[in-house]
């Protein structure tokens, strides 16, 4: 095992959040008008280090919160994707996942579900956790780019215990 410290966290945090806010332009790009908050949507528990990063990035980024419970996502992913298009043009979205809960949203969400999401406003989507499947990153795009979602989107990245490991 490894200890990792408060100070530890919220420097990983406030990294994350620096990648957030500049990641290629893509928050200004979607920001020209009106500026709207940020949202974060997610189902991770808070017990996962993923789940509990982006909670406490949030808070310090003073967004928007919408939680929703990992046994509703596994249940029905297409709430996932509900949640951020409740959103649409009132925030900004942003969410983080492992490759298998882009790939559930996508296997499990039938195109008469997909016409009536709205994603334009999802600015940015972190993926990470385990393995990332280019074939899951495609198919996602191209199943919900009529829905507005934007490819550019993407995140993908080592997450805090793989960054651990690492050091």
């Known amino acids: 095992g490894v200890a990792v410290s408060t100070s530890n966290l919220l420097h990983n945090i406030r990294f994350t959040a620096s990648g957030l806010l500049t990641s290629d332009g893509m928050l200004a790009e979607r920001m020209e008008a009106p500026p709207l908050p940020l949202c974060l949507v997610s189902w991770l528990p808070q017990y996962h280090d993923m789940g509990l990063v982006s909670c406490v990035q949030a808070a310090l980024l003073g967004s928007r919160v919408e939680l929703m419970s990992p046994i509703s996502f596994l249940q029905r992913p297409a709430c996932w994707l509900h949640a951020i298009s409740r959103m649409h043009g009132s925030h900004h979205v942003y969410t983080c996942a492992p490759n298998f809960g882009y790939e559930l949203a996508l296997k ?60």
């Open 108 to 167: 499990k969400t039938p195109p008469a579900e997909r016409a009536k999401l709205k994603l334009g406003n999802l600015f940015f989507c972190l993926n990470g956790a385990e393995a990332i499947r280019p074939q899951t990153l495609r198919a996602f795009g191209e199943a919900f780019g009529p829905c507005g979602f934007d490819a550019r989107a993407w995140c993908c990245a080592y997450g805090l215990a793989e960054a651990v490991c690492y050091a």
